[in-house]
């Protein structure tokens, strides 16, 4: 079974700091691999997805994420967060599943921006 | 603009009701799918639907049931067979295929309460 892991449920951090947020995942097919991120009381949005290529993947708002397949890990990072990037932050697996492309979520992590 | 909308925004209802949620898309997709958010629990997905006319249970569909009779909207009937409605519901949509395709976007979202 496909799993994902995001093992910080919070991470605070100071303004102009970098950040990285960590995601694992299980899976023994290929899979795609995407991070979301929501601001309080509203819906998801892509900040970045891999397909395939580049394991380097640069999304918006200043985000970039790395694929390691040997660890099985997707992390996000930033060099330096602001203000606005505190939202909770979901990482996403899609895999094939009878014909089905079944997108599996992490539990989130909250980043927490500090003046 | 394309996009995918929610209606309502916030919704109350008294315990033995049937309520519905709107979900429309005009972003042309033909997958549609519904999301419930607990505090901590990330996404699980409730029911999806491929194409029109069609649709199949999620990880957890019972107390849901929807109808899927035209491409661009999907609604979400909660049920009173359903034991702990209050969340956050996400609709979502993607173009079903390989790679780019299987992108999901997100609706705003519609925060049930059950008093």
């Known amino acids: 079974a496909q799993s994902v892991t995001q093992l910080d449920s919070q991470v605070p951090v100071f303004e102009e700091a970098p950040v990285e947020l960590r995601c694992n995942y299980s899976s023994s097919v290929s899979v795609y691999l995407f991070w979301y991120v929501q601001y309080p009381n509203q819906g998801l949005q892509l900040l970045l997805k891999y397909l395939s290529g580049s394991t380097l993947v640069k999304g918006i708002n200043g985000f970039e994420a790395e694929f390691n397949k040997s660890q099985t890990s997707f992390h996000l990072r930033k060099p330096s967060v602001h203000i606005s990037d505190t939202a909770e932050y979901f990482c996403?697996?899609?895999?094939?599943?009878?014909?089905?492309?079944?997108?599996?979520f992490g539990t989130g992590t909250k980043l927490q921006v500090i003046p | 603009d394309g996009g995918i909308t929610q209606s309502p925004k916030y919704l109350f209802r008294k315990e033995g009701q049937n309520v519905t949620l709107s979900c429309e898309q005009n972003l042309n997709h033909d997958a549609m799918y519904w999301y419930r958010q607990d505090p901590g629990q990330g996404l699980r997905l409730i029911y999806y639907s491929q194409i029109v006319n069609d649709f199949q249970k999620g990880d957890i569909a019972e107390g849901y049931s929807v109808s899927r009779e035209k491409k661009e909207s999907f609604p979400l009937t909660v049920t009173s067979a359903q034991k702990n409605p209050t969340a956050f519901y996400l609709c979502?949509?993607?173009?079903?295929?390989?790679?780019?395709?299987?992108?999901?976007?997100f609706g705003p979202g519609t925060r049930l309460t059950v008093l």
């Open positions: 996403a697996v899609s895999f094939n599943s009878g014909g089905y492309q079944k997108v599996t």
């Open positions: 979502a949509s993607s173009e079903p295929g390989q790679g780019d395709k299987d992108t999901q976007y």
